[in-house]
């Protein structure tokens, strides 16, 4: 069965319920969980496919602006549940044998309530909105890469937070749209979310979702776990994206970067597309097209 899901509008709240509600019903198997609650209170969904021994974990929706990221997994998500049930092979890959070998966790949009500032603003109903006002860009909201709060979850990680926080201050930076790290490390509702799930499971591998670039980052702060770049290379290969390395601020406290210097296994950030984020949705088939092979068969690389 191949799902009627129209992806040529933006990924929002709303949408991402709607499309995880369609590919539950059509497939059954497809698990749909709850990782946790955001700052205002909306669900982060958790879809659970197949049930291996070896588990992997894609995260999208980490900023706001990069809600382009939120539809490549669930489109993803829709053709992976479609080759389970075809019992076909994509990419010459058994899908019936990633099924019964692997368990794959999709975390569509870890920060939906960023997500629907970026798309739709605040509105005079939100309990924030005061706040927000005061802190909203110029150029409103469109650009906003944070949550609820201003604190950019892919700083809020326990990975150099202490080092990232002095460049934070050196910079003036606060509460805002983006870069602001928060008080302490874990202290956003929707990073604690995604780390205590992954403490609880034994994950293999990490892939963040982000824009833009066509970029894979694949180490923390120059340690690389066994195997790490291998895998990056394999990866990079599939999609024609540079295999590289971090600078600056964004070499501390992402959450690949807490999965490395945590667990010592693979954690990649896939930075999707080129352009001004947020992305314009006339990318989202072309950056599929380019990344499907790479979701497909980094399951079999762990």
Same mark, same amino acid.
């Given at each position: 069965?191949?799902?009627?899901?129209d992806? &040529? *509008?933006?990924?929002?709240?709303?949408? @991402?319920?709607?499309?995880?509600?369609k590919?539950?019903?059509?497939?059954l198997?497809?698990?749909?969980?709850t990782l946790?609650?955001?700052?205002?209170?909306?669900?982060?969904?958790?879809? %659970?496919i197949?049930?291996?021994?070896k %588990?992997l974990?894609?995260? #999208?929706?980490? *900023?706001?602006?990069? *809600?382009?990221?939120?539809?490549?997994l669930?489109?993803?998500?829709?053709?992976y549940?479609?080759g389970?049930?075809d019992?076909?092979?994509?990419?010459? @890959?058994?899908? %019936? !044998?990633l099924f019964?070998n =692997?368990?794959l966790?999709?975390?569509?949009?870890l920060?939906?309530?960023?997500?629907?500032?970026?798309?739709h603003?605040? #509105?005079?109903?939100?309990p $924030?909105?005061?706040r927000?006002?005061?802190?909203?860009?110029?150029?409103?909201?469109t650009?906003?890469?944070?949550n609820?709060?201003?604190?950019? $979850?892919?700083?809020?990680?326990?990975?150099g937070?202490?080092e990232? %926080?002095?460049?934070?201050?050196?910079?003036? +930076?606060?509460p805002?749209?983006?870069k602001? &790290?928060?008080?302490y490390?874990? &202290?956003?509702?929707?990073?604690?979310?995604i780390?205590?799930? +992954? =403490?609880?499971?034994d994950?293999?591998? @990490?892939? &963040?979702? *982000?824009?833009?670039g066509?970029?894979? !980052?694949?180490d !923390?702060?120059?340690?690389?776990?066994?195997?790490?770049?291998?895998?990056?290379?394999?990866?990079?290969?599939?999609?024609?994206?540079?295999l590289?390395?971090?600078?600056?601020?964004?070499?501390?406290g992402?959450?690949?970067?807490?999965? +490395?210097?945590?667990?010592? =296994?693979?954690? !990649?950030?896939?930075?999707?597309?080129?352009?001004?984020?947020?992305?314009?949705?006339?990318?989202?088939?072309p950056?599929?097209?380019t990344? =499907?092979?790479?979701?497909?068969?980094?399951?079999?690389l762990i």
């Amino acid at each position: 069965m191949i799902l009627k899901i129209d992806f &040529s *509008h933006a990924c929002d709240y709303a949408f @991402l319920d709607y499309s995880l509600d369609k590919i539950c019903s059509a497939y059954l198997f497809a698990e749909r969980l709850t990782l946790g609650r955001s700052l205002l209170g909306r669900d982060i969904p958790l879809l %659970k496919i197949g049930h291996g021994q070896k %588990k992997l974990v894609y995260v #999208g929706g980490v *900023h706001g602006s990069e *809600h382009i990221t939120s539809g490549l997994l669930l489109r993803y998500a829709a053709d992976y549940c479609a080759g389970v049930e075809d019992g076909g092979k994509i990419y010459s @890959l058994s899908m %019936k !044998y990633l099924f019964e070998n =692997r368990t794959l966790y999709i975390v569509p949009m870890l920060n939906p309530d960023g997500v629907e500032l970026s798309l739709h603003g605040p #509105g005079p109903e939100n309990p $924030l909105y005061d706040r927000l006002m005061r802190i909203q860009p110029q150029d409103g909201f469109t650009h906003w890469q944070a949550n609820a709060r201003g604190v950019d $979850l892919n700083h809020n990680f326990n990975a150099g937070f202490e080092e990232y %926080k002095q460049l934070e201050i050196a910079s003036g +930076i606060g509460p805002g749209a983006t870069k602001y &790290s928060g008080e302490y490390p874990e &202290s956003e509702r929707e990073t604690c979310a995604i780390c205590n799930f +992954i =403490r609880t499971e034994d994950i293999r591998m @990490l892939l &963040s979702f *982000h824009t833009q670039g066509e970029e894979i !980052y694949y180490d !923390y702060n120059g340690y690389t776990p066994v195997m790490s770049r291998a895998i990056g290379a394999a990866l990079a290969r599939m999609c024609g994206y540079q295999l590289t390395e971090p600078e600056g601020g964004a070499v501390y406290g992402g959450l690949k970067d807490w999965f +490395i210097q945590e667990f010592d =296994r693979p954690g !990649y950030t896939i930075e999707c597309g080129r352009g001004t984020n947020p992305l314009p949705q006339n990318q989202f088939f072309p950056i599929y097209a380019t990344l =499907r092979e790479l979701l497909f068969t980094s399951a079999v690389l762990i």
